[in-house]
Structures are given as structure tokens and as C-alpha cells.
């Protein structure tokens, strides 16, 4: 099992439960009469995402493709009820929970990985129709499609936009036409443009990203707080638990806007630790993939290093003022418990893939990755 790869996962997992804390405490003491609210649920879904990890990582990995479909099916179910007012919950304007008894879950989250398992399970067995649009490239994009609309409705384009970079760069990987793959992300810009500027809160979003100035007290205040938050920390931060932004300036700064706490207090050099912690994580992954014995151990390990990647440069994106705001957590760090437990048990399944225990005797009636081999 790649050891390096596990210390840098818990070492994240470690360092944003303390800096959940100490972003949540405040306000989690004004809500909820109790400073420890957010830490004591996190550290319940840590230690549930830590044993799916440790059970995940010792089952052959070659199960996943065997449960795609059905998975597929699960995920686009559970998409669907929670679109129902009756069963999904509302937060922060948007229907994105399930409540299952003391718990809500975010099928959203759980859609990125099942994307990932779905796409590496038809790469490993159509990887040589992908040059053919129609019989190679079409059905996944609809499926993919499917999913995206119904992920739209809650609504949460953010998701949506992780799902589609991490599709393109799955369906390159395996073998797709760089022009048929440019054709689509060409249709897909005017659609992206219609959500923005036909919604109601993403289009002064766009505004603010453009001008972070213009509206610092409305649609620009959480990006504003931000920046006077990272500037305040300077080189090494204000000091562990000294931060001033997390007390009701900065909204939400337990999730999406994490990083920003940790500039804070911190400083810079602990923000460059974060994303050194994450570049070390993208670089064992597709170490870990590259070394995969079968064509679907490869695509895993790239569609899961690759979605954790992507995830983690957006949250440090926005929080930096790179791009607009979205609602997307940086792994391992941000409070959620469905974030967290999806990203641990990806991990999970690349720790599977770097024990590789035998798996490739089960695909011995398949090709030894040509569309892989023909990107190398």
C-alpha cells in the first residue's frame, strides 16, 4: 500500500479538523449554544471515512467496475428524490441534502466518484471505439448528461463543472478525439453562459469575480473578507486560533472558504503547505495509476487523483480570487461529512489499486490498455 500517499490524506484530514475548529467555533457557539457542534460531527464522519478507507483499500479493486452500473442507477435514483419537496432539504437556497434520520447526505458528492468508476468501467471495454463519436464518445456524454441535468435542478453548477473537466480529461486519457472532445466543450459554453445569465445570484457572482470592488458589502462582501483575511496573515499568520475573520465577518469559513481562515492564521507559507500536501497527493495518484496492471486500475486511479486534484485547485481558486465563487469544498479540509467520506473512500480505492493484490487475472480477456498506451 502507497504509505506516502495515506500520510499526506490523513495529514489534511488532521489539519482541517483542527482549522474546522477553529473556524467553526464561534459561530457554532452563536447557533448552537455549543463551540464543539461542527468538530464533533466532523470528527464522527472522519472516523467513519477513515474505516471505509482502511475496508476499501483491501477489496480488489476490479469489484468497482462489476458495480458501475448498478451504482449508476443508485446515484441517478437518489438525484431524483431529492428533488421532491417532500424529501429533499433545503440550505442555503438550494435542494442538495437527503435527511436520513440524524444525518443529512449530499448525493451530488456521491456523483463525482460514481462518474469516475462508471467512465473508468466503459474506458476499459470501448477504448477502442472512443476515435468513432457516435458509437464511442456519444453514449457516456449522454449519461454524464443525464446526471449533470439532474444535479442542475438542485441547482449546483459547481459540481457539475468538476464532473465535466473530469469526464474530458477521463475521455482523453482514453483514447477520444482531441477534436470531437473541443466540439463539445464548444456546445457546452453557450449553455454555461445561459445558467450565469439567466440566474439570479451566479450572474452578479461572475460581476464581482470581474470587479471585486464594485459591491463589497452584497455579492462581493464574502470574497472581499477573504482577501482582507489571506492580507492580515501575511508570511506566517496571526497565530493558531487568532484569527478575526472567523468571527460572523467571513461567511461560512469552516467550508468553502477554509483556505482562507488557514492564510489567516497560518500565513502564507501554511497555505503553501496545504497545496504542497495536494500536489504531493495528484503526484502519487498518477503514480499509482501509471502502475496499475489493468486498463481499469488506470483509469480509476487518473478519474479519482484527477477529481480530488480539480476540486482542490478550484476552492483555492476562488478563495483567492482566481475564479468566481462556487460552492465547492476543499477536500479533506472543509466541514461535511459527505465531501470527506466520498474523498476518503477514493482514497480508499487508489491505496486498492497501489496493493494491485492479483486483480489483472480478472481481465485477462481484455486488452493490456492500448488507448492508455497510445497517450504515453
Known sequence: MDQILLFVTITLALVGLVMMFSASAVMAGKKFDDSWYYLKRQLVWLTFGLVLLHVISRIDYIWWRRLSFPLLGLITVLLVMVLFPSIGEVKHGARRWLQLGPISVQPAEMAKLIVVIYLAGYLSRKEDRLQDFSSGLLPPLLMIGILSGLVLR????????VIGLVTGGLLFVGG???SHLSSVALCAIPVGLALILTSGYRLPRLLTFLDPGRDPLNAGHQITQSFLAFGSGGLFGVGLGEGKQKLLFLPEPHTDFVLALVGEELGFVGTCVIILLFAVFVVRGFQIATRARTPFGRY??????????????INACVATGLLPTKGLTLPFVSYGGSSLVVSLTGVGMLLSISRDRQAGREETRYRSGRGWSNRR
Open 300 to 313: 480509476l486511479g487518473v478519474g479519482i487523483t484527477t477529481l480530488i486534484g480539480i476540486q482542490a485547485l
Open 154 to 161: 438542485e441547482p449546483d453548477l459547481g459540481t457539475v463543472v
Open 176 to 178: 477520444a478525439r482531441l
